[in-house]
Antibody, heavy 120, light 107 residues
């Protein structure tokens, strides 16, 4: 059974950089046909797609965040990562990692999510 | 970007009721639409992909329909565990976008 687990600091200061890692177990991140993505959810609000990366390393970002976001993959560790720079309080959210599967390009496996608070 | 609009934003219903949630895309997305269920403090769970295909393990009381710009999620007979928030998501093109969510509450 595929499992995803987010990890990283739960508190980041304004103007600093948020870094999260998603560790994939029960399957290879190098498998073709899959994209690996990050989605966030501010407290009490809806879901926002941040970006996705293909196993080849091709990346796609939300234009609203593109200037501040980098997603990368480390196949040797079976992990992919999110870097979000110059954070503000508006970046406070639960961050989820997920796999976009073969069927319907939908996110079929999700991590449990990790809350990141931006505060001094 | 493709905008996804769900209606209603919230709905109250009783166990056993039939409920329909609508999702409209700002431009055609063929059948590239997914529906998710989210309960408080949990990750979203995929219910429907490709507009009408039931994800493995999801009860058959959930169904999806539509193509192009208009889509529906129907729960044929509400069960207590179905009270949650539901989101649609377009998978036609990047950036993938979600609807604002529909909160299904107990009447």
């Amino acid at each position: 059974q595929l499992q995803l687990q987010e990890s990283g600091p739960g508190l980041v200061k304004p103007s600093e950089t948020l870094s999260l890692t998603c560790t994939v177990s029960g399957g290879s991140i190098s498998s073709t046909s899959y994209y690996w993505g990050w989605i966030r959810q501010p407290p009490g609000k809806g879901l926002e797609w941040i970006g996705s990366i293909y196993s080849s390393g091709s990346t796609y970002y939300n234009p609203s965040l593109k200037s501040r976001v980098t997603i990368s993959v480390d196949t040797s560790k079976n992990q992919f990562s999110l870097i979000l720079s110059s954070v503000t309080a508006a970046d406070t959210a639960v961050y989820f990692c997920a796999r976009r599967g073969d069927y319907g390009r939908s996110f079929d496996y999700w991590g449990q999510g990790t809350l990141v608070t931006v505060s001094s | 970007d493709i905008q996804m609009t769900q209606s209603p934003s919230s709905v109250s219903a009783s166990v056993g009721d039939r409920v329909t949630i609508t999702c409209r895309a700002s431009q055609g997305i063929s059948s590239w639409l997914a529906w998710y269920q989210q309960k408080p403090g949990k990750a979203p769970k995929l219910l429907i992909y490709a507009a009408s295909s039931l994800q493995s393990g999801v009860p058959s009381r959930f169904s999806g329909s539509g193509s192009g710009t208009g889509f529906t999620l129907t729960i044929s007979s509400l069960q207590p565990e179905d009270f949650a928030t539901y989101y649609c998501q377009q998978a036609n093109s990047f950036p993938n976008t979600f609807g604002q969510g529909t909160k299904l509450e107990i009447k």
